[in-house]
């Protein structure tokens, strides 16, 4: 078994996280804190928990994926619906720097969970609420899921073939977008906090439909300075040429990359053709841009005539920049990944021993290391309460009464 990690190490060690969040994104942004040392609580309500728990893929009746987006937490179960509930959670609000929270807006407020209450109990907390759509505005009472983010953010449009109907990822790519800029988003407020002679708490307002949106960078201001509304370019490169995924005849997949004068020499000469390099057409990339088709005609005739070593030993010989287009196995036997540790082993309490991706991205002096995979509902209930004041007759009474 992978040795379990029990002190949490990294940068963020000695924070501590409470995360009443479902499903992926805000869960996904805790899970980062974790990563890197913070001391993450996961609370969720007795008997059902987060829905996360009940995703594919599945083994032995147990969800894969809750084991990695829940990795590093300690796990109590808590009624925040109820009075006593809603007074042990106001105990735990005032031992701990962080809340991350995804319900409606409102929803804790009705509970009498306002901001200016979790303040009163604790002046400089910060608290993350995540929404499909914000805490105003005519969308802010309905609920969403990343394809939701992804269609209403632009993301969706952009994607698929130019002739086929917008795609999906097979990934929540929203989810995710979202739990970065939640992670982020923390770390800004901490900074303050801590740079306040008041250290006064910070509310995060984060929308995941917006984080989807702030990805596109460049498509609002191409949209307001040029009218032109951005479409579906399948995986032709609109910036660089040439670019394009393509087959060897070995019925494998290549990504070929590189916008500057030097790599797309390079990238010539390993498909034996260095005088393209030399023609005037193709003196800029954007000139070359003009000429994507014919230039993408002469890599995928290259590409189709030769197996995906011979392609890749080609252009690692010539310096050019081309990548096999793995899947989850490759992934795993890739020499680049094994030796950077990028898949790791973690301890877990129902398969010993767990792989998932590493940490991201290291640090040298604080290094952070994965302590488990996530756990069953309500593991470590009893230790929480216990470190609340609370007797073992207490917190059974509690779980009688379904407050825990």
């Known amino acids: ?45 007795p008997g059902t928990g987060d829905g996360a728990r009940d995703f594919p893929p599945f083994k032995d009746g147990k969800s894969l994926w ?9 796990f109590a179960t808590l009624d925040l619906r109820v009075e006593e509930g809603a007074d042990l959670f106001r105990r735990l609000v005032a031992e701990h720097d962080v809340l991350i929270e995804n319900f409606r807006p409102g929803t804790l407020d009705r509970w009498g969970l306002s901001r200016e209450e979790l303040w009163r109990i ?7 609420r995540v929404t499909g759509f914000g805490q105003d505005g005519p969308y802010s009472r309905r609920p969403g899921f990343a ?18 109907e917008p795609m999906h990822s097979g990934y929540p790519l929203g989810d995710a977008i979202g739990g970065l800029f939640g992670a982020t988003s923390i770390l800004a407020a901490l900074f303050a906090v801590k740079n306040d002679p008041l250290r006064r708490g910070e ?31 399948g995986n032709a490169n609109l910036y660089s040429a040439p670019a394009a995924v393509f087959a060897t005849n070995d019925g494998r997949w290549v990504s070929l990359s590189g916008s500057t004068n030097a790599v797309f020499a390079r990238n010539c000469r390993a498909i034996g053709r260095p005088e393209m390099a030399e023609d005037p057409r193709f003196a800029t990339n954007s000139e070359r841009l003009k000429y994507t088709h014919e ?31 793995y899947a989850i196995d490759q992934i795993y036997r890739d020499p680049q990944m094994r030796a ?24 040298t002096t604080r290094r952070a290391r994965h302590r488990r995979a996530a756990g069953a509902l309500g593991r470590d209930t009893d230790q929480v309460l216990t470190g609340l004041g609370l007797s073992e007759e207490e917190i059974a009474r509690l779980r009688a009464a379904r407050v825990v």
């Open 66 to 74: 809750w084991k990695v987006i829940n990795r590093n937490k300690s």
């Open 340 to 363: 950077r540790d990028a898949i790791t082993r973690v301890a877990d309490d129902d398969f010993d021993v767990v792989r998932m991706q590493n940490v991201v991205p290291r640090f």
């Open 147 to 164: 394809r939701i983010f992804e269609a209403m953010g632009g993301l969706t449009y952009l994607t698929g073939d130019p002739q086929g």
């Open 295 to 325: 230039l993408n005609q002469a890599f995928a005739d290259y590409f189709a005539s030769v197996p995906l070593d011979e392609a890749l030993a080609a252009f690692e010989e010539a310096g050019g920049t081309l990548a096999p287009v």
């Open 203 to 233: 509310e995060i307002d984060l929308s995941l439909t917006e984080a989807t949106l702030k990805l596109l960078e460049f498509l609002p201001i191409e949209y307001d300075q040029t009218g032109e509304v951005r479409e579906r370019a």
């Open 122 to 128: 604790n002046p400089s907390l910060v608290i993350l």
């Open 1 to 45: 078994m992978a040795a379990e990690q029990t002190t949490p190490t990294g940068p963020l060690a000695g924070l501590k996280v409470l995360d009443i969040a479902t499903i992926i994104a805000a869960p996904f942004a805790a899970a980062l804190m974790a990563d890197y040392g913070a001391e993450v609580l996961k609370v969720e309500l």
